[in-house]
């Protein structure tokens, strides 16, 4: 699907705030309230938005440890690894790369021990040849 540069604005800002009140977004974008609310629901209907989320306040995340974990698995074990590390619920994020590794996994714990726990308990997956982590220590761009 092709995207004009309002449907783009329209995105950021939902990024931002999902819950942004329809006549605060036609008026940040200068159009009106029922075109903004034609666009939501043309982007919904073409499956360019999917979903709404929740995003988490930096006082709770802060007090989470988090973590890149680069995993590289044998061959043939994409589909089973990513169905195991789905299932664990401090596995935030999963993805595919090009490199050395085969996949990084975005982790978050309550402790450094339990990150310890998970990167072993990530290691253990049957398939899951080798794993490197660095632990993040601040975040400095999230959108």
């Known amino acids: 699907m092709t995207l004009n540069a309002k449907d783009r604005e329209l995105l950021a800002i939902l990024s931002e705030n999902a819950r942004e009140q329809t006549a605060t977004i036609a008026r940040k974008l200068g159009l009106s309230r029922t075109t903004v609310q034609a666009k939501i629901e043309r982007l919904e209907r073409d499956g360019v938005i999917t979903g709404y989320g929740v995003r988490l306040s930096d006082e709770y995340e802060g007090g989470m440890v988090k973590a890149h974990v680069l995993i590289t698995i044998a061959p043939k074990t994409l589909s089973r690894i990513t169905t195991e590390l789905h299932a664990i619920a401090e596995v935030r994020a999963l993805h ?48």
């Open 96 to 143: 595919s790369v090009s490199g050395t590794f085969d996949l990084i996994a975005i982790v978050a714990a309550a402790s450094i021990a339990e990150l310890d726990h998970l990167i072993d308990r990530i290691g253990a997956i049957e398939g899951v040849e080798r794993t490197l982590s660095s632990i993040i220590l601040s975040t400095r761009i999230s959108r």
